[in-house]
C-alpha cells in the first residue's frame, strides 16, 4: 500500500509532517458537528467543528493549527507496512531500518511497533506510559499515552488508539501543545474516541 507516512525533520508533531504526505491529492474544508465516516470503516462524532485535510488513508484534523493540537486518523496498514518512510532527498533515518507491522500481532506488538518506528527514525525521544486494552468500537483495541519535547522547545503529549478491523490495523492518535492545548481539547478528544462506530455496528464505544 502507498498509505506511508513521508516525514522531514524537525518533529513538532507526527501529523505536521504527516502533512507533506498528503501532496497535490489532498482536499480540505471544515468538519460539521455529525458523525463522520473515516476510511469507510468507522465513523466518529466531534463535538465541535475541526479544520480537516484528507490524503490517501491519512486525515488530519485541527482547530487552531497542527503544532497545537491535532487528531491523525491513519487507516488500512497491512502486512508488510511500515508507519514511517524518508523521501530520498533527506537522508535522516535508515528507511529499511523501519519495523514492518505484521498481520497478527498482540495488543503489546502494536504498541512496540508503533515505539520502534520512531525511535529508528529519530523523529522524536517519546516516552510512552499507561499500555492498556480498550474497546475500539466493538472491536478489541489498544491504548497508550505519550510525551516529547520538539526541537523548538516545545513540549507536546496525547495518545494512540488502534485497533484491527478486517485484517487491516487503525490508528487514531491525538497529539497537542502540553501547555494549555492539552487540556482544553483533551476531553474532546476521549468524546471522539469513545463515539466510535464500526462499520455495520449499532454501538459506540464505552472505553
Given at each position: ?62 482547530v487552531d493549527g497542527l503544532s497545537l493540537q491535532n487528531m491523525f486518523f491513519v487507516s488500512g496498514i497491512e502486512d ?128
Open positions: 500500500m502507498s498509505r506511508r507516512l513521508h516525514l522531514l525533520p524537525p518533529w513538532p508533531a507526527l501529523a505536521l509532517v504527516a502533512l507533506l504526505a498528503l501532496g497535490a491529492c489532498s482536499r480540505y474544508g471544515l468538519i460539521a458537528v455529525e458523525r463522520i465516516e473515516i476510511a469507510s470503516t468507522y465513523s466518529v462524532e466531534p463535538g465541535i467543528k475541526w479544520n480537516y485535510l484528507l490524503g490517501q488513508d491519512i486525515e488530519l484534523w485541527t508488510g507496512d511500515t508507519l514511517l518512510v524518508g523521501k530520498p532527498e533527506f537522508d535522516f533515518f535508515n528507511e529499511s531500518k523501519i519495523p514492518e507491522y505484521r498481520e497478527g500481532f498482540s495488543l503489546l506488538d502494536i504498541r512496540e511497533w508503533i515505539e520502534a518506528s520512531y525511535a529508528q527514525a529519530e523523529v522524536a525521544r517519546m516516552e510512552t506510559h499507561d499500555f492498556r486494552p480498550v474497546r475500539f468500537g466493538s472491536k478489541k483495541g489498544v491504548r497508550f499515552e505519550f510525551s516529547f519535547t520538539n526541537e523548538d522547545g516545545l513540549s507536546q503529549k496525547g495518545f494512540v488508539v488502534g485497533a484491527a478491523i478486517d485484517e487491516e490495523l487503525h490508528l487514531i492518535i491525538f497529539t497537542a501543545a502540553a501547555l494549555h492545548f492539552y487540556d482544553k481539547f483533551a476531553p474532546e478528544a476521549e468524546r471522539i474516541i469513545r463515539s466510535i462506530r464500526i462499520e455495520g455496528d449499532d454501538k459506540p464505544a464505552f472505553n
